[in-house]
């Protein structure tokens, strides 16, 4: 019986088996019981070994999926077995050492550790600790606990190798050497890549087209990923530095030594610490976070485009990241989000100037616009908010220039691990996350975010996310269409047939903006009020005189946001709440799918959002988190004895300093700096009420000039519907202003504010009776109106233009992904036979790989065709026809 279970466990030489010893089952091992694994003799005839040769030491050591083994093994020592780490490699054992091993890990660890670390973050220390206590949870066996640093190395090594096979280096006659700079990073097949998904001719499209061709890029640093002052280049150099997502390491060291006393503009616009402060970053790292440059559209890392920071967020570094990222390509129009944009772009090419030529790249002939991120935006000057605006800017369809805030959010729990690695292992490591997410995004087809679901990383799921988009997109551009073309229509007809309408000189003044930011702004009006971007933009420059005289209060900056930067951005995700309060009761009672799906999704959006900003709040007042404890406490004591509903998004308590001064003796209780921001908070509700009372005032003359008797009014019945929708939108947020500034105005002491911001009764929200005015007050009515009436128009023919772009650009990036999956396919049935080899083992494995990878690409893009044949109509051509009804006409579906 013993003879039989010997022959059964020999093909499973990990069983873990337990001896009766007389008293007790004991765990022992097959090594003891005679078992030795025998590798390298191949020949089926004789799989005996004559010449044997036995692993160096008493015990060979292997690391599987369930335990750490001790076994006995025998290396072949009579010829055809090859090399010792070759007889591993073939027997599925990789091993860590070359030269002579003692410790080997299976494949089957290795695939499962490297899947298992890209989605949970886990870290090698981890998962090799769960394996030691699994193999001996006592302490009492040090076997299991002395192959940390082995199994670590290992690793490293089989992340690199399966970086290197995923880019074909294996199947290209000059090998991993011959690697060139970003070779190895995955890219983004619906970005345009010339001479890969680019149709023939393509520059020479029309100048209103060219923007489907632009390459859409978002900058961003981060300090969460930082790295201790351990280790050195030297010691730990990186087994393939700059082949992926960082920059190459020496050429870049030396553009920052070389510039390193370059002089940095001071910022104009609020107070961004991480530039001009650094050094709070950087204390006691080598490397105080890192710079990225993605591709803003799809939200994927561009090859050579990750870099460290050493002194915070420097001019000199993230300029380097952008030059490396546009290095070479022939692409001609670009937009580049920058949360700093605004600055940062100043004088770029002046500084560029100043560079080694291998990063100079040349502007003449291109097209370049500079933005900042939707969500960064509000916190900055009023100009800012107008020329940097994605909104506002033409040919960029809803990007949103937030991609690389979205990345982090994946790459951040990496960071406990990673501040410990050395250099090269820390870029290593990262370089194989960020292929990762590049890949699930490759999948998922640009998803925003992967669902809590594994299917939605499977190739079965691949593509929704596209056609979701498009099937938003679509009715949108309708929807935003058909309003334009109803407003203009009441315009022009309110404008009488003696005289022509504001429309075309409208028209003009945008398109003359648009061309040329410094010409009139068809947004801004001359007649400004103390509206909430200008009081932003007052306390930014109060912020910045305080910084240069060196008279800021302990604490005014936390996690790179200024405290008033944090009251304003509190302000905005109120309003937040309040908008998706009044959209959820919108929907009625039996939304569709498509509604319901969209709901979850900004719920779940708006939430990630605000317990972000908690964090920050919690660093600035304390004492919120406490009273949120408190709260949360008391809800479960109330929950054990009786059922109560979940709190939903929109009914979070941010704890706003007004909703704080609540509470008796706040005050009293507060630092100087907490006072302060009650006054920074009175400010910016001032700014709030007044800006709701000109856009209610706004929206009322649009509804006047809209309305021109029962048949129009009918006409217009949905428009109206949507104007009034708004006015009372801007009436809560009034009310809500107000109710803000009846305790803040107590706290700080200020009356005046009662004097023009009166309670807003519903009586109050109305029209001026036209009857009321004579001819000429009529004349001057219709001419203070103007510019109100302007400035909603452009805001309606810029969502307009929005939506259309957003249609035509995904169409195109559709079509670009399957042009780019077809080339790639292609690609690797070149490398089929790339090296040439005789005929052998390993050009039958290499022809395999390569037509294995051709078919995953060819069945991503099939996979992908078939979702999208079935799209609706993608453009509508909305026209007015004779009786001022709009009406909609489609063309024949294209083929994608």
């Not at 298992?116 to 699994?134: D, P, T, V």
């Not at 010691?235 to 060291?253: H, I, N, Q, R």
């Not at 000429?776 to 103007?786: L, M």
Request: net charge neutral; glycine share 8%; proline share 5%.
């Amino acid at each position: 019986m013993f003879i039989s279970l010997m022959r059964h466990i020999a093909n499973a030489p990990f069983h873990r088996i337990e001896i009766w010893t007389g008293e007790m089952f004991e765990r022992t091992t097959l090594k003891a019981l005679g078992l030795r694994i025998q590798l390298g003799h191949w020949d089926p005839a004789d799989p005996r070994c004559g010449a044997p040769d036995a692993a160096a030491g008493e015990a060979f050591v292997i690391v599987d999926s369930d335990a750490v083994h001790e076994v006995a093994l025998d290396f072949c020592g009579c010829g055809p077995g090859g090399a010792k780490s070759r007889q591993l490699l073939r027997a599925g054992f990789y091993p860590a050492t070359g030269g002579n091993p003692r410790t080997a890990a299976t494949f089957t660890v290795m695939r499962r550790f490297h899947l298992l670390s890209l989605e949970s973050k886990i870290s090698a220390y981890e998962f090799y600790h769960s394996l030691a206590r699994g193999t001996n949870n006592t302490g009492l066996d040090p076997l299991a606990k002395d192959r940390y640093h082995e199994f670590l190395r290992m690793t490293r090594q089989w992340r690199h190798i399966q970086m290197l096979k995923r880019a074909g280096r294996g199947h290209d006659l000059t090998g991993p050497l011959g690697t060139a700079p970003g070779e190895c990073a995955l890219l983004c097949p619906a970005c345009p890549q010339p001479d890969k998904n680019l149709p023939a001719n393509w520059e020479d499209t029309p100048e209103e087209h060219k923007f489907i061709y632009a390459l859409f890029l978002a900058m961003d640093a981060n300090f969460r990923l930082k790295r201790k002052d351990v280790s050195s280049e030297e010691a730990d150099p990186g087994l393939g530095t700059g082949w992926s997502f960082f920059c190459e390491v020496k050429a870049y060291m030396a553009h920052l030594t070389n510039n390193w006393d370059t002089v940095q503009e001071r910022s104009t616009c609020v107070a961004h610490d991480a530039v001009d402060q650094p050094d709070r970053e950087a204390r006691g790292t080598a490397s105080s976070g890192i710079g990225a440059v993605d591709c803003a559209r799809h939200n994927m890392k561009r090859p050579n485009a990750v870099g460290d920071l050493q002194f915070g967020e420097r001019y000199i570094n993230m300029d380097y990241m952008f030059f490396k990222s546009i290095a070479g390509t022939e692409l001609q129009h670009f937009f580049v989000s920058y949360d700093i944009a605004c600055q940062w772009h100043k004088n770029i090419w002046g500084r560029m100037e100043d560079y080694a030529e291998d990063i100079h790249y040349l502007p003449q002939g291109k097209f370049m616009s500079f933005l900042v991120p939707k969500f960064h935006l509000p916190a900055h000057i009023e100009a800012c908010n107008l020329r940097f605006s994605f909104n506002l800017t033409r040919y960029v369809g809803q990007t949103d220039g937030e991609a690389p805030e979205r990345g982090w959010a994946n790459a951040n729990p990496l960071a406990s691990s990673t501040k410990e690695m050395g250099p090269g292992a820390r870029r290593d490591a990262l370089d194989d996350h960020f292929n990762d997410w590049n890949y699930k995004k490759i999948i998922a087809l640009g998803k925003h975010k992967l669902d809590l679901f594994l299917g939605d990383c499977l190739p079965s799921c691949a593509g929704r996310m596209m056609l979701k988009k498009m099937e938003d997109a679509v009715p949108q551009m309708v929807e935003k269409k058909a309003a334009l073309a109803e407003m203009e229509a009441s315009l022009e007809a309110a404008s009488g047939a003696l005289e022509e309408g504001p429309v075309k000189a409208w028209t003009a003044m945008a398109e003359t903006w648009e061309k040329d930011p410094d010409e009139p702004n068809p947004f801004e009006t001359k007649n400004k009020e103390d509206h909430l971007a200008k009081v932003q933009h007052d306390l930014a420059v109060e912020a910045a005189a305080r910084e240069a005289s060196g008279k800021n209060l302990e604490g005014t900056v936390r996690d790179d946001m200024h405290i008033t930067e944090m009251i304003a951005m509190g302000l905005q995700l109120e309003e937040h709440q309040r908008t998706l309060a009044f959209d959820t009761a919108a929907t009625g009672l039996h939304p569709t799918t498509n509604q319901r799906r969209a709901m979850v999704e900004r719920t779940s959006k708006l939430r990630r959002k605000i317990l972000a900003w908690i964090d920050i709040q919690h660093g600035f007042f304390p004492s919120v988190k406490v009273l949120r404890t408190n709260e949360d406490q008391a809800r479960a004591r109330i929950a054990r004895t009786q059922p109560i509903p979940g709190l939903k998004v929109h009914e979070l308590k941010l704890w706003l300093p007004s909703v704080l001064m609540k509470q008796p003796g706040a005050l009293a209780g507060m630092s100087q700096l907490q006072k302060e921001a009650v006054g920074y908070e009175y400010r910016l509700r001032v700014g709030q009420a007044s800006e709701a009372l000109d856009e209610i005032r706004r929206q009322l003359l649009r509804k006047d000039a809209n309305v021109r008797g029962v048949r129009e009014n009918m006409r217009s019945k949905t428009a109206l519907n949507v104007l009034d929708d708004r006015v009372r939108r801007m009436s809560a947020q009034y009310r809500v202003a107000r109710r803000a500034l009846e305790t803040l105005g107590s706290a700080v002491g200020e009356r005046d504010w009662e004097k023009t911001l009166r309670p807003l009764l519903e009586s109050d929200v109305r029209g001026m009776p036209r009857a009321t005015f004579g001819d000429a007050e009529r004349q001057r009515g219709g001419r203070s109106r103007e510019p109100a009436l302007r400035i909603e128009w452009a805001k309606a023919r810029a969502r307009a233009l929005r939506w259309t772009e957003e249609v035509e650009l995904l169409e195109e990036e559709m079509r670009r992904i399957q042009q780019f999956l077809t080339w790639r396919a292609n690609w690797w049935r070149q490398r089929a036979d790339g090296r040439g080899r005789e005929d052998g083992p390993q050009r039958e494995g290499e022809r395999a790989y390569a037509y294995r990878q051709a078919k995953l690409q060819g069945d991503l893009c099939a996979n992908f065709a078939a979702k999208w044949a079935h799209l609706p109509e993608l453009k509508i051509e909305l026209v007015v026809d004779d009786d001022d009804k709009v009406v909609s006409k489609s063309s024949p579906k294209l083929g994608i």
